[in-house]
Every structure is written in structure tokens, then in C-alpha cells.
């Protein structure tokens, strides 16, 4: 096994990021040609004139916001501007203006002092009022009971005219009607007096109120009800040679065909969202440096994660419904089972990412695929399960639907029936999901050498060839296999680890046996003679050993994956055949250092995992207790807790994920299943080497002997 702290070389460094290169860039690629090329989405502004007819692949109906907002605008426009009522202050005022205005013209006529040039200067030096030489000509001429007539007659009509609205743009209007409102006993100068001077005091009274306006035009909007548009399938959207409009982007939106953006903005937008995503994969490649070690896993990840992305953009774009039923969470789960739980969650979201870039609804579509994904993983806890694949599609099922509910049902374009599409949608894509990864599964496992659930189910058959030979030809050994695939199936079970490898893993621990059956105690009868007794140890050591080759070529020839392969070996560790090992001890007079102990030593590895190391403890303790036999329930789990303690002592367990509360576990599960199942067995010699010994003889990776050989 690889050690998960190797540091990868600089040149298998230098060879992933040049393939991390030209991945990222076939994927800059891929999504400029999904999003510009020749794929069914179209490339238009508002504005530019269409360059080709676009029909609509299907039939669409849904509230127009853009007509709608055409509507409103025309709604909001009928609304007449609002003007406030005729303010009586301002109509004071100006008649105040000008009672001074006269007051002071009657002052300048009667002063006696002042000359009559000084005269016209003063009443040209009037504020308020522009006094033309003719016009004080005209003043200073008047007799006093003319001026009075002038003068009254200049407020009234002022007044009059300041009784009525007149706002900014109607102040002409206003003073084109003080000749209407003068008194016809006044001779047409004395008229044109009384206008110009009442006219200088017209002012406007009335003014445009905004928020009046604004009020009204708002309540004239919200009265607009949403405009519907309905497009059916074939029915053509835009022209060709007519100028693109707003309510045709909406349209093109709305079934999916939409592009709006071009050129360097494709490009810059693309390379943006593929950098960020390579980055995180460089920085999980840094923190999980292991991966780049294998090449088998490097090629599985890369190949998969470019054929669901292109796949998906391939086929998504032009349509709405059609993304939510790719099933982008088979990624994910095939990731889980064929590498590990990490790198699929790792990467899981930044293909979706890259795949949702673009789309429309890009923001739910990307948290539809990478929380899908996501939480698949997160249910499927137990992938050996073939059960648990339903479960995951539920869950995938579930969190989809959730995500377009929250997503649409706010969008006020989303009708009842186009959700209950896109939820039946994430149904699919959730069975579809867990069902393509498990025939994905099976397919890809064979060529990378994996141990998939399917393949699990079918070693498991009785009819299998192999157990079926197993069954004709060693009947014995093949019921101490199926008591060990208990046993660890039970014991898996408890400590989370995949039972159902290590129950398969146990069926074919001891096929290598069939070369010499009459050789294990199991295969021979209650009055038979022991074939060992009258043996050389060593080649009786030699007999027994054998059946781990031979068990690794029969599994090669029938094809059995590598990992149900480890069984044969790994069961056995660096145990030594204790049996022949003790006799060899008594021919040489107790004398250790007489005895080649390699040669009674299986070649090993010692266990790689929890499930070899399960089959290990369940293989020994169902041998060793059923060759003691012991009497009470508190003697069979003493017996067991031995054994592993023996294993754990000798550092058997090193290599495994074994901890000490999970070997208590075990402890337990073994002494509840062996409960009731004792069978006599051969009883061994007393020449088994000490742990001690075994430490001095710097033998700490040695374990004992199988007690059942």
C-alpha cells in the first residue's frame, strides 16, 4: 500500500500540472463553443439586427415582464400632471405689491418739489414694475380722479385674475386676459395703463406637486395587470433581418436560446470561473498529495470529471428542463466509490461550476448539481450496499426539488405546472444518479482493478465456480469459511467497516487449501490419523504454507479482483505455522536456536486493512475456540480477547485503522456469534515461542501461529 505522507516526485508534479493545463484549457474551450458555437443557443443584443429566423423548440407560456413594464410605462404616462390648488397667499401678496407700487407713483405725482425729469427717474427706479417714459408721460399726465380710476381698477383686475389657477406655463395666458377684465367706461390708454401695470403683478399661484404626481402614476402601475405571452413550439421568435427588441431577448430567455454576451467577454468570463476552479484543485492536490501518486486514480478522476462536464454541456443548452435531468450526482458517488469520499466532495463543486456557467438559472442550476452531489455523498454511508443506493436517490431527489421550490416559486414567471416539471425532473435525476453509478460502477471497476458492489453480490453466490469447487471438493474447509464470513460480517458491521467485503473476502481466504485438503484438520475425520504427526515439520510447515500461493493463483485465474485477493494473504500475516513449529522445538530438545524459524513463517503482508484484519482475528478465533471448548460464556471471551490480545502484541494490527475500542467491539461480537458452535479440534503441543522470546529474536512483527493448524 501506498503511504498516504509520500511526497510525489517533481517530474510526476511537472506531468499532472501540464495535463492540469490542457484540461482547463480543452474546458475554456468547451464552454466558449456550449455557450457561442454551434450548439442551440443564439448570440443577439438588443438593438442589432437578427442575423438568422430562431424558433422556439417548445411550447412556453409566461408572464412577460417586459411587455409588462411597456404597459405600465404607458400606464404611468396617461397620468396628466397634478397641480396644487390656487394659493390665495400668493394673490395677497402680489396685490399688496402692487397697492405700494401705487402708493409710490401717487407720491412722485404730488411732489411739488421734484422736477418732472426727476420724476420719470424715480418712477423708472420702481421695483417691481418697468415704467416706460411713455407709460410716466402718461402717469403724470392723468388728473388726480383719472389716476384714482386707473389705480382702482388695476387691483380689482388683479385680484380677479389671481382668483383663478395659473401656473408657470399659463402666466401669459393670465395676463392676455386683464383687457377682458378692465371696465368699458375707460378709454383704450387708460386701459392699456390699468394692463401694464396690473399685468407687472401677475404671478403664479399654482405649481406642480411630484409627489402627487408620482402617487398617482404608482397606483396607475400597480392597477396594470402582468402581460402573458404565449409561444408555441415552432414558432418563430425573431426574424431574420428585423431588429432584435427587448420583449424577443425576454422570449429567447424564457426557452433558453439566449447568449447575450460575445467576443472578450465569453472569453474573459470563461477563463475567470476555469482559473478559479483549477485553483481549487491545486490546492486539494497540495493538501492530499497522495492522489498524484496513482496514476490509475489521476486518470479515473480526469476522465470522469471531463466526460460529465462535456456531456452536460453538450446537451443543455436550448433546453429548460433537460439540465435538471442530467444526472450530474453520478459524478460525484462514482468519484466516492472508485477513489475516495473526499475527492468527490472536493470536486464536486467546481464542476459545478464550469457545468452551470452560462445557463439560464445559472445560480440554481449550480447549487442544484453541487448540493445533489453533496449530499449523496453525505447519505451514502455505506456504498457495499446495494440498498443504500436508494436512499441516495431520495436524497438527491429531495434536495433538488428543494432547491428549484425556493428558486422558482419567487420568480413570478414560474407557472404550477412548469414546477411540477422541473420537480418531476429532480426525481429522475436522483434515480437516475444512484442507478448510472452503480452500472458505472461495475463497468469501470474490472479496468481499474476496484471491488465494487455489484461485484460483491455476485462472489457472494453459492454458485459462484469457485465456491463451488470449494463446497465438492473441501467440504470442511468450506464450512469453517462460511463460519468466519460470519463472524466478520457481524463484527463489520459494528465497527463500521464494509462488511460485505469482508464477508466475501472471507469466503475465499482459504481456497488455496484444495491443492492439499487431507492436510487441514478441518477436512479430516474424527478417527483419521493426523498426516502431520508422522511429517518433517519443515515440509509439513512447507504443505501448509503453500495453500497462500496457490490461493493467490486460483484467485488470479478466476479472475478475483485484488482486493478479495489481499484476503489470502493478509488473513495469514507473518504468522508462523505454530503446529509444525512446536514439533520442530521438541525434535531439537527445546533449543530455539536450532530452528530456522523463516521456514515455518507465512510470507505475509501482515493485514492492510480493518476487513483482512477482521478475517485474521475471526479466522484464529474460531479455530482457537473450538479447539479448547471452554465450558462458560466468560471463558470463550477470555479465550478470544487472548488471541487478539496475542495479535495486538505482536503487531499484526500495525498496518490497520484498528482501534482500541474497535477491538473490544470485535471482542464482543465474536463471543455473541461463536456462542453454541464448538466443535472438538486438534490440540496443540506445549512449544509455542513467548512474546518475549519472540521480542528478543527481534520478531515483533511476528504473530503466532493459526491455533488451527
Given amino acids: 500500500m501506498n503511504d498516504p505522507r509520500t511526497k510525489p516526485s517533481l517530474i510526476r508534479i511537472l506531468v499532472l500540472l501540464a495535463i492540469l493545463t490542457l484540461s482547463m484549457a480543452g474546458v475554456w474551450w468547451l464552454i466558449n463553443w456550449s455557450l457561442t458555437g454551434a450548439l442551440s443557443t443564439v448570440l443577439v443584443s438588443e438593438g442589432n439586427v437578427a442575423s438568422q429566423d430562431v424558433m422556439s423548440p417548445y411550447a412556453v407560456t409566461y408572464q412577460s415582464e417586459v411587455l409588462t413594464a411597456i404597459k405600465q410605462q404607458e400606464a404611468a404616462d396617461a397620468v396628466e400632471p397634478i397641480y396644487t390648488r390656487a394659493d390665495f397667499a400668493i394673490a395677497r401678496q402680489q396685490r399688496n405689491q402692487l397697492s405700494e407700487a401705487l402708493s409710490f407713483i401717487d407720491s412722485v405725482r404730488q411732489d411739488q418739489f421734484s422736477s418732472q425729469d426727476q420724476k420719470y427717474t424715480d418712477l423708472a427706479a420702481l421695483e417691481g414694475i418697468y415704467i416706460s417714459q411713455d407709460t410716466a408721460e402718461q402717469i403724470l399726465a392723468l388728473s388726480d380722479v383719472r389716476w384714482q380710476t386707473v389705480r382702482q381698477e388695476a387691483v380689482v383686475i388683479l385680484e380677479q385674475v389671481m382668483r383663478n389657477d395659473i401656473r408657470e406655463i399659463d402666466l401669459e395666458d393670465a395676463r392676455q386676459q386683464l383687457p377682458s377684465l378692465v371696465s368699458l367706461s375707460l378709454s383704450e390708454d387708460q386701459v392699456r395703463l390699468v394692463v401694464e401695470l396690473a399685468s407687472a403683478f401677475v404671478a403664479p399661484n399654482s405649481f406642480y406637486s411630484e409627489e402627487q404626481t408620482q402617487a398617482v402614476r404608482e397606483e396607475a402601475v400597480q392597477n396594470v395587470p402582468p402581460v402573458s405571452r404565449s409561444i408555441a413550439t415552432g414558432e418563430t421568435i425573431i426574424r431574420r433581418g428585423e431588429v432584435v427588441q427587448a420583449e424577443d431577448i425576454e422570449a429567447l430567455q424564457e426557452v433558453g436560446l439566449l447568449t447575450t454576451f460575445s467576443g472578450w467577454q465569453t472569453q474573459a468570463g470563461t477563463l475567470a470561473v476555469v482559473l478559479l476552479s483549477a485553483v481549487l484543485i491545486i490546492l486539494f492536490f497540495l493538501s492530499y498529495p497522495h492522489l498524484i501518486n496513482n496514476a490509475k486514480q489521476m486518470i479515473t478522476l480526469l476522465v470522469l470529471f471531463l466526460l460529465f462536464l462535456g456531456i452536460s454541456r453538450y446537451v443543455s443548452p436550448g433546453h429548460l428542463v433537460v439540465p435538471y435531468l442530467f444526472p450530474m450526482a453520478a459524478y460525484s458517488l462514482l468519484i466516492a466509490a472508485l477513489i475516495d469520499r473526499r475527492t468527490a466532495l472536493f470536486t464536486t ?15 440554481d442550476l449550480t447549487l442544484y448539481y453541487s448540493l445533489g452531489g453533496l449530499m449523496g455523498l453525505l447519505v451514502l454511508r455505506r456504498p457495499h450496499r446495494l440498498s443504500a443506493y436508494v436512499s441516495v436517490a431520495g436524497i438527491i431527489a429531495v434536495s433538488g426539488s428543494v432547491i428549484l421550490v425556493a428558486y422558482r416559486i419567487i420568480d413570478p414567471a414560474t407557472d404550477v405546472n412548469g414546477l411540477a416539471t422541473l420537480i418531476a425532473a429532480a426525481a429522475f435525476n436522483g434515480i437516475a444518479s444512484a442507478g448510472l453509478t452503480v452500472l458505472l460502477e461495475y463497468a469501470l471497476a474490472p479496468l481499474l482493478d476496484l471491488t465494487t458492489t455489484l461485484q460483491l453480490v455476485e ?5 459462484h465456480p469457485l465456491l463451488q469447487r470449494l463446497l465438492r471438493e473441501i467440504p470442511g474447509t468450506y464450512q469453517h469459511t462460511l463460519q468466519v464470513a460470519n463472524l466478520v460480517e457481524q463484527a463489520a458491521e459494528r465497527i463500521q467497516a464494509n462488511s460485505m467485503l469482508a464477508r466475501v473476502g472471507a469466503l475465499y481466504h482459504d481456497i488455496g487449501k484444495m491443492k492439499t485438503p487431507q492436510f487441514f484438520i478441518e477436512n479430516q475425520g474424527s478417527n483419521q490419523i493426523n498426516t502431520h504427526d508422522d511429517m518433517d515439520p519443515e515440509e509439513s510447515a512447507k504443505i501448509i504454507i503453500e495453500h497462500v500461493e496457490y490461493g493467490l493463483e486460483l484467485a488470479k485465474k478466476y479472475r478475483l479482483p485484488s482486493r478479495i485477493r489481499e484476503f489470502i494473504p493478509e488473513h495469514h500475516g507473518t504468522l508462523i505455522t505454530r503446529y509444525q513449529y512446536g514439533k520442530a522445538l521438541e525434535l531439537a530438545g527445546g533449543d530455539e536456536s536450532a530452528v530456522d524459524i523463516s ?16 478475517v485474521m482475528l475471526a479466522d484464529g478465533s474460531e479455530a482457537y475456540v473450538r479447539s479448547q471448548n471452554p465450558e462458560t460464556d466468560g471463558e470463550l471471551r477470555n479465550m478470544i480477547k487472548a488471541m487478539v490480545d496475542r495479535r495486538v502484541a505482536l503487531g499484526q494490527l500495525d498496518n490497520t485503522a484498528l482501534t482500541l475500542n474497535d477491538l473490544k467491539v470485535i471482542i464482543d461480537s465474536f463471543t455473541a456469534t461463536l456462542k453454541g458452535t464448538y466443535h472438538a479440534r486438534v490440540d496443540y503441543p506445549n512449544g509455542e515461542p513467548s512474546a518475549e522470546n519472540e521480542d528478543n529474536k527481534d520478531l515483533r512483527d511476528d504473530t503466532l501461529v493459526e491455533e488451527r493448524e
Fill in 349 to 363: 463543486i467546481p464542476l459545478a461550476i464550469l457545468a452551470a456557467y452560462g445557463m439560464p438559472n445559472a445560480t
Fill in 459 to 463: 462472489l457472494s453466490r453459492p454458485d
Fill in 599 to 614: 521456514k515455518f513463517r507465512y510470507p505475509g503482508p501482515r493485514p492492510q486493512s480493518r476487513e483482512t484484519a477482521l
